[in-house]
Every structure is written in C-alpha cells, then in structure tokens.
C-alpha cells in the first residue's frame, strides 16, 4: 500500500510564493515518476510538473520557469516551489506517483491566490 501526503497549500497574494510538499510511504519501486496535478473548479485536473527517479522534468507551459519540481528519492519526497503566483494558479493541487501499472494520488492541498 503506497500512501501520498501533501502539505504546504495556503492562501498567498499575487506575486508571492509556496512550496508543496509530498512524502510517499509503502512499497515504493524505485523507478518511478512523481508530480503534482491541480484541479480548479469546474476545470480537468491538470498535469503541472512531474520528475522521474533520475531527473528528468516536465513542466506545464503556464508555469514553466515560475514552478520547480524537484524530489529527495532517499526520503520518497517531491516539492513544488511555486513563485509569482498568479490568480490563475488557484486550485486544488494533487501529489501522484506512477509506477509501472500503478497510479497514486493524494488527498490534495489547496493554494488560493487572491490579494
């Protein structure tokens, strides 16, 4: 059983930043992918950034150079640095992992992006 716990989602003015954080616990392989999804009301959830267990990342055109994904493998941790926040940034953000046929989630932390 794979468990994913976000933290860190908070209400932050325009311009400002945050930092998500995700632990994974349980049977964990160690290739994988994680990243971070969001979903804003009446919106798809929505692929931000994710990172591979060597490196390799992918960002979403809306927040390429303002998001950082990055992860610690010897702890099962992946972070979002989120900087210059826009209110179009607002939403429900979700931890997932993906491992061969696997796909897990967690129960999501909110960022709101409001002055």
């Known amino acids: 059983q794979v468990q994913l716990v976000e933290s860190g989602g908070d209400l932050v003015q325009p311009g400002g930043s945050l930092r998500l954080s995700c632990v994974a616990s349980?049977?964990?392989?160690?290739?994988?992918?994680m990243g971070w999804y969001r979903q804003a009301p009446g919106k798809e959830r929505e692929l931000v950034a994710s990172?591979?267990?060597?490196?390799?990342?992918m960002y979403a055109r809306s927040v390429k150079g303002r998001f950082t994904i990055f992860r610690d493998n010897d702890r099962n941790n992946v972070y979002l640095q989120m900087n210059s926040l826009k209110p179009e940034d607002a939403a429900v953000y979700y931890c997932?992992?993906?491992?061969?046929?696997?796909?897990?989630w967690g129960q999501g932390t909110q960022v709101t992006v409001s002055s």
């Open positions: 997932n992992l993906k491992m061969e046929r696997w796909d897990y």
């Open positions: 990172i591979t267990n060597t490196g390799s990342q």
């Open positions: 349980g049977s964990i392989f160690a290739i994988n992918t």
